[in-house]
């Protein structure tokens, strides 16, 4: 059994000629897609994967009238090879490292910190020392709706904030993905899929993480953090640091912080660097051909214009 949505589209190329496109799981508009889907995949069953995931394949190759572009990511590597194995033309259109924190066999706290380098653990001890000489350090779960609305409210402020300015700006001024979140973490306790946490100096709140969880393991989707003026002090090291404490006491195998390039992430990952990747699977037709030629030779011209 398996299910896999397409969102089918036309993109108007540079010569006038109309591109059939279909995205897995995405629509292809920015606006639409900034809930950033991460490890994209067919949906299929765990009883009979391979041979599900070959007909799904064998569908799209024998109805190609259906697309000449076919987009699926961010995904890892590991699930685009079973892609190209099927599909051999393809190119990259984003790739972005992916850090995770094995805790397999992880019973406390410092099993995991032993992981990590020297610098990293006395930032996180320095973080912790400075901030307990102002009340006591606590990292609360939004357990209730009334709590995880005012959670909400505070990351969905500081979130603005931050990215105000940059090119997509927060995903909290978009209508869509701020629905898509509250039906997500509102959902009814038995199907819900989400953390809200705090870290807390007193009352004072410092820092949220939002997390998504999956079987037995932990995503960090994203965080919320209030500004320090003192360098010396490392929040977000010490809030992830606080919830995979958390995870290991319940067991949990996995703290992933998905997609994204940062130095905190590579810091606390205890795993090797993988890659996500977003691939555009195109028909070898002369078209298609001759356009990821010209697509091709226009980056190199635009690599050697900034050299």
Request: hydrophobic share 40%; aromatic share 12%.
């Amino acid at each position: 059994m398996g299910l896999a949505i397409f969102t089918q589209r036309n993109e108007r190329s540079f010569l006038g000629i109309k591109i059939k496109q279909l995205w897995l799981h995405r629509s292809g508009e920015q606006a639409l897609d900034q809930m950033w889907i991460e490890h994209n995949d067919f949906l299929l069953h765990s009883s009979n994967v391979q041979s599900v995931r070959i007909a799904m394949l064998d569908y799209l190759i024998d109805n190609q009238y259906l697309w000449q572009e076919l987009y699926i990511g961010l995904s890892t590597d590991e699930k685009l090879d079973e892609f190209k194995h099927h599909l051999p033309y393809s190119r990259m259109d984003i790739t972005s490292p992916d850090f995770e924190v094995d805790l397999s066999g992880k019973t406390h706290i410092d099993d995991y910190l032993s992981d990590l380098s020297k610098n990293t653990r006395a930032q996180i001890r320095r973080t912790e020392k400075i901030l307990s000489q102002g009340g006591n350090l606590s990292l609360a779960l939004a357990s209730s709706d009334i709590l995880k609305r005012t959670y909400l409210d505070e990351i969905a402020a500081l979130h603005k904030e931050k990215w105000q300015d940059t090119e997509y700006g927060s995903g909290f001024n978009n209508p869509i993905f701020e629905r898509f979140h509250q039906d997500l973490i509102f959902a009814p306790e038995m199907s819900n899929v989400t953390n809200l946490y705090c870290l807390k100096v007193n009352n004072e709140a410092l820092a949220y993480i939002y997390i998504l969880k999956d079987n037995n393991a932990w995503y960090f989707y994203l965080s919320a953090m209030k500004n320090h003026t003192d360098n010396r002090i490392k929040i977000g090291l010490l809030a992830h640091t606080f919830i995979i404490k958390e995870a290991i006491a319940q067991n949990v195998n996995k703290y992933s912080f998905l997609a994204g390039e940062a130095r905190y992430k590579e810091s606390l990952s205890n795993m090797p660097t993988t890659r996500q990747k977003l691939m555009c699977f195109y028909q070898p037709t002369f078209l298609m051909r001759a356009r990821e030629a010209l697509r091709q030779i226009k980056h190199a011209l635009q690599k050697s214009f900034r050299h």
